[in-house]
């Protein structure tokens, strides 16, 4: 008779352990959501200020769409074609722009690609077509020394279906800027 009431005895225990683990109900208030968690690909866009002729630049890397253009490469290609070199000299003169009136910006290219190849070859070929951009932006007057270079690889596409349209798309080079403070960035005309 003592085993089962050890039996007994322990069954209970675990019972009410297992119902002081679950513990009691919460009380329903209010529901509240949860913030939007944002990430760089639907992160807000820059703003316009109110006479359309800046855009204030945050804090973090972030392209200025209609104002740096980004360049396509070819296929397995870190080579600029005639299109390239015609964005990024428009790019540049905004670029000296800003530099000249702000000194601290910081500007960054960043090489990217399609899906097609491995993770280690993709992010070599990412860092070969940041560096060609890199190195286009010395021939036009800008210092090296104010530009970094990162390879995203793969991993940052703007699309993300498996043909040769939304290959394209993924295959560029990026100019992005960065600073302390919001930075004034003039509208190409």
Not at 87 to 93: E, I, V, Y
Not at 135 to 153: N, V
Request: proline share 6%; glycine share 6%; aromatic share 6%.
């Amino acid at each position: 008779m003592k085993s089962l009431n050890d039996k007994t005895f322990i069954s209970l225990a675990l019972m009410s352990l297992g119902f002081l683990l679950s513990g009691c109900p919460k009380a329903k208030g209010p529901a509240v959501e949860p913030p939007p968690v944002e990430d760089e690909a639907t992160a807000p866009e820059t703003p316009v200020d109110a006479t359309g002729a800046a855009l204030d630049i945050g804090t973090d890397f972030a392209a200025v769409p209609g104002v740096l253009e980004s360049v396509s490469f070819s296929y397995m290609s870190a080579e600029l074609s005639d299109m390239a070199r015609a964005s990024l000299k428009k790019n540049a003169a905004v670029l000296k722009s800003v530099l000249k009136d702000q000194p601290s910006v910081k500007v960054r290219v960043e090489g990217h690609c399609d899906e097609r190849g491995t993770l280690e070859y993709n992010l070599a070929l990412g860092e070969r077509r940041a560096t060609a951009v890199r190195g286009y932006y010395a021939t036009l007057g800008l210092s090296k020394a104010a530009l970094s270079t990162i390879s995203y690889g793969e991993e940052r596409p703007v699309c993300t279906e498996a043909d040769d349209d939304c290959w394209a798309q993924n295959r560029r080079g990026e100019t992005t800027l960065k600073a302390a403070t919001a930075v004034r960035v003039p509208l190409a005309q």
